[in-house]
């Protein structure tokens, strides 16, 4: 189903949602599954909404088997923790991440693919000026239901087209000035493809990313995919993996078995879950 403003179209039928949905405090997303209930009097409505395997807040997707992360390697250059904290957010609620570096044609993405690649995540490099690499990128999302999401002025949209030409979707020069593109995505909408559906929701800034990506404490290092092995392993059960003595996780960062730069991550990203209120947490998963 894609979702426009307060209205929602599916593959034929254009509906309102039911009052008591803002009642509730939910609201329809692309990707829901949805009952409708038409008659020949009233207009369609959504009855009900089928229980999420997983939901994101913004941008407000449920149901989703894959999540691409794109990334520049020039203007705007990537941003480590951003993307670590995107692809812990991913990990969390069951959906695979896949990492695209767009622009490579520009900047070499040095480390970076063999960061996120040493922890099991499918990475994918493109060329903006020749397209080549971007078919990578089709073999994690046939059949699926994956969004494309990634900072305003990326490649995004340009990545797309060149999945999908018949998609035609608005491209944007980046702002020397804000060192960002401006959002040529204005709403979340699902598109048939390959025998699945593609989301190009609207780019984001960081400010959005600090208000709507979120994880309390507790679910932190299972977040982490490479703290996995190591959480039963420290000298204490409740060991926050952050300075306790004995501590697995960080054991494994001076042997080099996590990347340094994932374990810092993870540290901003503790110190940020101590400082939100459980209101907003629950705002935001």
Sequence with gaps: ?????????????????????????????????????????????????????????????????????????????????????????????????????????????????????????????????????????????????????????????????VLYPDLELDTAHISKKLGRGRHTTRQVELYKKDGGYIADPPGFSTVDTERYVRLPKEELPAAFREFREFLGECAFSNCAHVKEKGCAVRAAVEAGKIAESRYGSYLRMFEEAGKINDWEVKGGK
Excluded: W
């Excluded at 000026?129 to 699926?144: C, H, L, N």
């Design 1 to 161: 189903m894609d979702a426009f403003g307060g209205v929602y179209e599916g593959q034929s039928v254009k509906c309102a949602a039911r009052g008591i949905f803002r009642v509730q405090g939910v609201s329809p997303a692309a990707g829901d599954l949805v009952r409708v209930e038409c008659d020949d009097v009233a207009e369609p409505v959504i009855a009900e909404i089928h229980e999420r395997r997983n939901f994101l807040v913004r941008p407000p997707l449920a149901n989703l088997d894959v999540v691409v992360f794109v990334n520049s390697t020039a203007q705007p250059s990537v941003n480590r923790f951003i993307l670590d904290k995107l692809i812990a957010i991913a990990d969390s609620k069951d959906i695979l991440p896949v990492v695209v570096f767009t622009k490579i044609d520009l900047e070499n993405a040095g480390d970076l693919p063999q960061t996120y690649r040493a922890i099991g995540i499918p990475v994918c490099t493109v060329d903006n000026t020749t397209g080549e690499g971007a078919e990578s990128v089709r073999d994690f999302i046939k059949g699926k239901t994956a969004a494309f999401i990634g900072n305003s002025g990326v490649g995004k949209s340009s990545l797309l087209n």
